[in-house]
Structure formats: C-alpha cells, structure tokens
C-alpha cells in the first residue's frame, strides 16, 4: 500500500508569484484534505476535497484554490504570494467523507522571499 | 469555540518515565479525538484516536484518557523512549471527515 505523497519537497519563490503543489492520495482514498502547517505552529485546515469536489474550506483567502483530480490526487494552487504565505504544506487523504482517520504526507516546505 | 488548547508546549522526561500531554475543547460538536506525532520535517503521523463515548483507549505504550464531562483528553506514553522524541499534535474533528483543527503542540524530549 502506498502512502500519501507530495511535491516537490521544498520550494523557493518570490513574493508575487504563483505556485502549485501536488498531492499523491493514499491508495483507495478518495478524500483529501490540505493544511498549511507555519514553523512552530499545529496545522490549519485550507480546504478539502472529496471526489473531484470541494467538500468545505478553512479562513483561507481566493487566491488559495485546488483541484482533484479522477485518479484522486490533488493540487493546491496560490497565486501572488505574500511572505506569511512560508510554510509547509501538508495533504492528508482518507478513505471517504465520513471517514475521520487522515493520514499526512511528508509535506512540501515552501519559502517565500 | 473551535479552539483546542494544548499543553504544556515543551516536556521534558527521563528515559522509562511517562509523558503526559493534556488537551481541552469547547465544542461539544466534536466526535473524534486524535493524536498526531510529527518529526522534524516530517508530515503528522497519526499515533491513536478516541471518540467520546469511550473513557480510555490503550494501544501499546500509548493511551488517550478520555473526560466528557470537563471536555479535557490527554495522552499518556509509558516507558518513554528517546526515540519518542517528537512533537506532538492533539486534535478534534465534527461533522464527519471534516477538517481537523490542531491544538498548539507539545515538544517532547526523553532524555537517554
């Protein structure tokens, strides 16, 4: 069984600019969910997304957006990016919407300069 | 209302000690309590879960206390290791399979 994986690792961008952030599901997991997880911080919901549709949304401004996709993996999106937008972002899959257990990919650390 | 407070923020125990890791809530709504355990650069890893209709949960050398009543959970690791040297993470969940709101994390040492 494959774990929920993510890339790229780390990433370096320029306040400004774009960026998009993949996220491989869980095997048989249709749900995923993304948190922005800043240094020393507990993670904070962004948004979920369940069978290609978003399924509820944290205190995240528009320019945060996704997408999942029919083999069920996921991307995050964030354009013109601000400084406080450095963090590491986490997506966690579950086997569906009613199911509670998420289990988290290693993350990508995203640097903002 | 959706806040979960975690405490304390670091701990520091002796090698065969137990950490104990205590968490509150407000909201009644949440169903499901989980602990993460996180290494540094490293995603969450869920450790053990509980729902409020159980008082304890125990799995190896883990176990969640469970209070209903004063809505507190705590986690407890026996025999701590320096290999359970890791941030950790409690959290709640409602409306089933929603989003998970994470309480501040405790910093955990176990020295050898």
């Known amino acids: 069984e494959t774990g929920v994986t993510q890339s790229p690792t780390h990433l370096i961008k320029t306040r400004g600019q774009q960026v998009t952030l993949r996220c491989s599901s869980q095997?048989?997991?249709?749900?995923v969910s993304w948190y922005q997880q800043a240094l020393g911080q507990g993670p904070q919901f962004i948004f979920q997304y369940y069978r290609e549709e978003e399924n509820g949304r944290g205190n995240f401004p528009p320019r945060f957006s996704g997408l999942q996709f029919p083999n069920y993996s996921s991307e995050l999106n964030v354009n013109a990016l601000e400084l406080d937008d450095s963090a590491l972002y986490l997506c966690?899959?579950?086997?569906?919407?009613?199911?509670?257990?998420?289990?988290f990919g290693p993350g990508t650390r995203l640097t903002v300069t | 209302q959706q806040q979960v407070k975690q405490s304390p923020q670091s701990l520091i125990v002796q090698k065969g000690g137990i950490s104990i890791i205590n968490c509150a809530y407000e909201n009644t709504a949440f169903d499901y309590f989980p602990w993460y355990q996180q290494f540094p650069g490293k995603g969450p890893a869920l450790l053990i879960a509980?729902?409020?209709?159980?008082s304890e949960k125990k799995e190896g050398r883990f176990t969640i206390s469970f209070n209903k009543s004063a809505k507190q959970f705590s986690l407890h690791i026996m025999d701590s290791q320096p290999g359970d040297s890791a941030t950790y993470f409690c959290?709640?969940?409602?409306?089933?399979?929603?989003?998970?709101?994470f309480g501040q994390g405790t910093e955990l040492s176990v020295k050898p």
């Open positions: 959290a709640a969940i409602y409306n089933q399979g929603g989003k998970l709101i």
């Open positions: 509980i729902r409020p209709d159980v």
């Open positions: 095997s048989g997991h249709n749900t």
């Open positions: 966690a899959s579950s086997l569906g919407r009613g199911r509670d257990e998420q289990y």
